[in-house]
C-alpha cells in the first residue's frame, strides 16, 4: 500500500494574505510579522503526528524574492519545529500551474490551497484529495468547475478533522 503524502500552500494558507491580495503579504516592510492562519501550525502537526508523519510537503508558487521572504518567515515563526514539517520539504515553483507537476513528483495524494484555480491543475493531474481552504470568492467564480472535485473546508479545524476521517 501507498503512504498518503500531504501537500500544502504556503500563502493564504499559512500565512495570511491580505484581504485583497492574498499573495502579496511579503510587499510590506515588517513582512515577518504577518501572522500565520489561525489553526495553521497546530493542524499540521496533528496531521503530522496522526498520520502523514514525516510525509508533508509544502508546495507554493513564487520567485526567487518570494522564496527567500518565506523561508525567513517560515524561521522566524519557528515553523519547521512547531509544525512539524522538515525545513527541506519546502517546495517553489515559478507558476501556479507548475505546482500540479511538483506534487506528481512528490507522490503527493492530498493537497490543501486556497485557491480553487491550483486545486483544478491538481485534480487534473490526477491528485484526487483536496481540500479547498477559505478561498477568496472573487478567485472561485472562474474555475467553479472544479468545485464538485474539492472538498471546500472553513477553518484548519475542519480541515484536519476532514481529512483524518478520510484516512482512517
Known amino acids: 500500500?501507498?503512504?498518503n503524502i500531504?501537500?500544502?500552500?504556503i500563502g493564504g494558507v499559512i500565512i495570511a494574505g491580505t484581504e485583497e491580495h492574498k499573495d502579496t503579504f511579503f510587499n510590506r516592510a515588517n513582512y515577518l510579522e504577518t501572522p500565520a492562519v489561525e489553526g495553521a501550525f497546530e493542524g499540521l502537526q496533528e496531521l503530522v503526528d496522526k498520520h502523514f508523519h514525516k510525509r508533508v510537503y509544502l508546495v507554493s508558487k513564487g520567485g526567487r524574492h518570494t522564496e527567500v521572504k518565506t523561508r525567513e518567515?517560515?524561521?522566524h515563526h519557528d515553523f519547521?519545529?512547531?509544525a512539524g514539517?522538515?525545513?527541506k520539504h519546502v517546495n517553489f515553483c515559478k507558476e501556479r500551474k507548475d505546482k500540479a507537476d511538483r506534487c506528481r513528483q512528490l507522490g503527493v495524494t492530498h493537497f490543501i490551497d486556497d485557491l480553487l484555480e491550483v486545486l483544478g491543475y491538481l485534480h487534473e493531474a490526477g491528485i484526487k484529495n483536496l481540500y479547498l481552504l477559505n478561498p477568496h470568492p472573487n478567485g472561485v467564480e472562474e474555475y467553479k468547475r472544479y468545485l464538485r472535485h474539492v472538498q471546500p473546508v472553513a477553518s484548519w479545524k475542519d480541515t484536519v478533522e476532514m481529512m483524518l476521517r478520510s484516512v482512517e
Open 6 to 9: 500531504l501537500g500544502v500552500d
Open 85 to 87: 514539517v522538515r525545513e
Open 73 to 75: 518567515w517560515l524561521a
Open 80 to 82: 519547521y519545529r512547531k
Open 1 to 3: 500500500m501507498t503512504s
